[in-house]
């Protein structure tokens, strides 16, 4: 990161940026940060209607505080897959975590998901996730019932018989079936009203809006699921350096 952390300076622009409505990428541009780090600090310090910059210098220096404390010393640190930055990682685990808490999920709830969704297996065992985690097996079983009533984890065995929880790629996809299911039965729920209310009466009139608007939006939702399923399986492409995309010339223009 340029310049290393943040200044309570910078944290005071970025609250200055944020009251005057201005983008990540300006403050980013104005404070010469990169736009991750802004998102990043304002997103893990409260969102964009709730930043401060007093109370989010203090809230990094007690988190800084705390991973020294429980950082293991010497070479038995354990060390990163791919080679990724310890730090980085963890910063965007906050990020992540903090928007899930925003979205309604519980603290704990959204940590066991961030969890899951940032290992490369996509899948961990109860024992793992209270490892990483370092909270007991309850909290994390609790957080597991939840997130599997809701369709967002599912159980499967390995082969050493193991519970473990999975995201995988088609939770999505049947996450989006299940909200297009949702607004389907909000439909029928509030059409149920107009006729109770009154067909021409104000109340009756806004329940069949409503009706109206979750209805075409639940049927473009479940339309689109279908249609993009394909691509939560499409992995990505990758052009030696150098080399010009298929059906491009050298200057990025097509052919």
């Not at 310090?45 to 220096?61: I, K, M, Q, S, V």
Request: aromatic share 4%.
């Amino acid at each position: 990161m340029p310049g290393g952390r943040l200044t309570q300076r910078e944290r005071q622009q970025i609250a200055l940026g944020l009251a005057d409505e201005l983008a990540y990428a300006e403050i980013a541009r104005r404070l010469d940060r990169p736009t991750s780090t802004i998102t990043r600090e304002v997103m893990r310090n409260g969102g964009p209607t709730a930043y401060r910059a007093d109370l989010a210098h203090r809230a990094t220096e007690r988190r800084t505080h705390r991973r020294r404390q429980a950082a293991p010393q010497g070479p038995q640190a354990p060390a990163q897959a791919h080679g990724r930055d310890a730090e980085a990682v963890h910063e965007y685990e906050e990020t992540f975590t903090t928007l899930l808490i925003q979205t309604g999920l519980p603290k704990m709830t959204a940590r066991v998901l961030t969890c899951l969704y940032t290992t490369d297996a996509g899948s961990l065992t109860a024992s793992e996730l209270v490892q990483r985690l370092q909270v007991s097996p309850a909290s994390v079983s609790k957080a597991i019932a939840l997130l599997e009533s809701q369709g967002l984890v599912r159980r499967e065995r390995d082969d050493r018989r193991r519970e473990r929880y999975v995201v995988d790629n088609d939770v999505w996809y049947q996450g989006m079936i299940a909200a297009a299911r949702s607004h389907a039965q909000l439909a029928e729920i509030a059409r149920q009203g107009v006729s109770v209310l009154g067909r021409d009466t104000p109340a009756a009139v806004r329940l069949e809006n409503i009706a109206r608007f979750v209805d075409f939006v639940g049927e473009r939702m479940a339309h689109a699921a279908e249609q993009a399923r394909d691509i939560l399986y499409t992995k990505a492409e990758t052009t030696p350096a150098g080399a010009a995309e298929p059906g491009t010339d050298q200057s990025g223009h097509g052919g």
